[in-house]
């Protein structure tokens, strides 16, 4: 593609490369926006399950501890809804907060919101503060779930293709700039004899669809094999610290759509243009440009 981008102190570099997410690389994604309605599946499975074991009791043990704690009845119900549907969706919450996972973790937290407002507006219409009162606003939430997981799949699917859209990535003969962004508008740019390791991640099914991410590693967070080898390091031992160290830039690199490109159509195409850039970043004349657009295109 021609055409030219001004980045920082270059003034304008010349274009090689713009792309941007493919919907079939936000797949992953989309199906992470899911995540309400199989936790409510997973939700009858547990209640089922929980009221199964308890049916397991004999009646007479139950009826004692029942004269025994006024309630309990009440009680059992609630540590039940408590459990599912409440447990199991403020579980998925964490989880997909602490892996990272943005679709999981909202749509799971945005089911939750809205159920808990449909019960909470149930308890203002009618004010108690009887035990009764807290039973019948996890039922409410617990009816409520289903029309609030299907909301919230929807808008989260809605907001993350609006996302995608938004998603540019702009590769020049000075390195690789990649904006997009809602809220606010977000732009970086990593010059190419800064990137120390590129990545190249692809699953079977991106396979399939010829969609993949491709992660460039900055040489601050990869570091240099000289330094490693100034360690006084050799031979095989050499080899397992070149190794381990790719191992903690694989683990530790951002796989947020801003900081790689991901989901990329044909991304060993795009591998193997970076891979030139990187390898020789003092060529950044027009010529050389046009060069690496040529091989692109033959690719």
């Not at 997009?180 to 190249?200: A, D, F, Y």
């Amino acid at each position: 593609m021609e055409g030219s981008i001004r980045t920082p102190g270059t003034g304008r570099a010349p274009i090689i490369l713009e792309t941007n997410p493919d919907p079939r690389g936000f797949l992953s994604r989309y199906l992470l926006a899911l995540t309400p309605l199989f936790l409510l599946i997973l939700s009858f499975i547990a209640t089922a399950g929980i009221r199964w074991f308890l049916s397991l009791f004999p009646t007479g043990l139950a009826n004692q501890m029942s004269n025994f704690l006024p309630g309990m009845g009440d009680m059992v119900e609630m540590t039940i809804l408590l459990a599912s549907p409440v447990g199991i969706f403020t579980l998925f919450v964490m989880a997909g907060w602490i892996l990272r996972f943005t679709e999981m973790w909202t749509s799971s937290a945005l089911a939750l919101g809205l159920s808990s407002l449909a019960g909470f507006l149930f308890v203002t219409l009618s004010p108690d503060t009887s035990l009764n009162s807290i039973l019948d606003f996890l039922y409410w939430i617990a009816y409520a779930m289903l029309p609030a997981s299907v909301a919230a799949a929807i808008i989260v699917i809605v907001w993350t293709e609006k996302f995608r859209r938004t998603i540019m990535y702009t590769v020049t003969g000075e390195g690789v700039i990649t904006r997009g962004g809602i809220w606010r508008m977000q732009e970086h740019m990593l010059p190419h004899h800064q990137i120390g390791r590129l990545i190249l991640e692809q699953s079977p099914l991106g396979r399939r669809l010829h969609t993949g991410t491709i992660i460039p590693v900055g040489t601050a967070q990869w570091g240099s094999e000289m330094s490693i080898r100034g360690l006084g390091l050799s031979g095989q031992k050499d080899n397992v610290s070149v190794g381990l160290g790719y191992a903690k830039a694989r683990q530790e690199a951002s796989r947020s759509p801003l900081d790689c490109l991901y989901g990329v159509r044909d991304p060993e195409k795009i591998m193997a243009l970076l891979q030139q850039l990187v390898s020789r970043p003092e060529e950044r004349g027009e010529e050389q440009v046009s060069y690496l657009k040529k091989i692109y295109e033959k690719l």
